[in-house]
């Protein structure tokens, strides 16, 4: 049986090899980049399934009814539609989410639901996306093991927006709590850094601790040109 795995990064390349290496009777095709996710590849391989573990671009909606489109989305659905669900979550201080994995319609984060797995939040950007990976793996191993059928979301509908790079920007904050998961949560390769502007120069915060009433964290300080 063949199956694409669509991402921009593998947070956890080890979870996905081990997922090869768990199926020698299945074939695994990593797409990286959105410009090679081309119809020709897809009538070639006929595949059973297309994941988007990781993946922020519009899927064409002939894929979508061709194929059985799977993504995972880190919030439980249909809480939380829409963009940087990681920091949504955090700013509203949840401690914990679950990812829905869920069928892909025309349709943002509407899709029926096949199945939910808990997420926890603690953590910088980067190590939770790095957890979300290995869950997101068992995720994909429980999908080509069994036969699943999605169900209709339940529940409330509530939408995020998609985050802007000059949201990053620390402009005041209540409480060193609250500072330390801002800044923790855009500490992730790619993307845009909590950062402040002084004195025609960017200071941009990461590897953030907190312990008692002490925050520390490195800094990396740009001139803006």
Known sequence: MNYIIAAHHIWDKKAYDNLVKANP???FYFIRDKKDLKQKLLNDLNPRYIFFPHWSHIVPKNFLDDYECVCFHMTDLPYGRGGSPLQNLILR???ETKISALKMTDELDAGPIYFKKK????????EIYERSSKIICTMIQKMISN??????QVGKVTKFSRRKSSQSEIKK??????LYDFIRMLDAPNYPRAFLRKNN????FFDV????????????IKKIK
């Open 201 to 204: 120069h960017i200071f941009e």
């Open 93 to 95: 201080k949840h401690k």
């Open 209 to 220: 601790k907190l312990d008692n009433d002490n925050l520390t964290a490195s800094v990396k």
């Open 25 to 27: 009777c299945d074939n």
């Open 173 to 178: 904050f209540t409480s060193l709590n609250e």
């Open 147 to 152: 036969k699943i059928v999605p169900k209709k």
């Open 119 to 126: 997420l926890n939040l603690e953590g910088n950007a980067k």
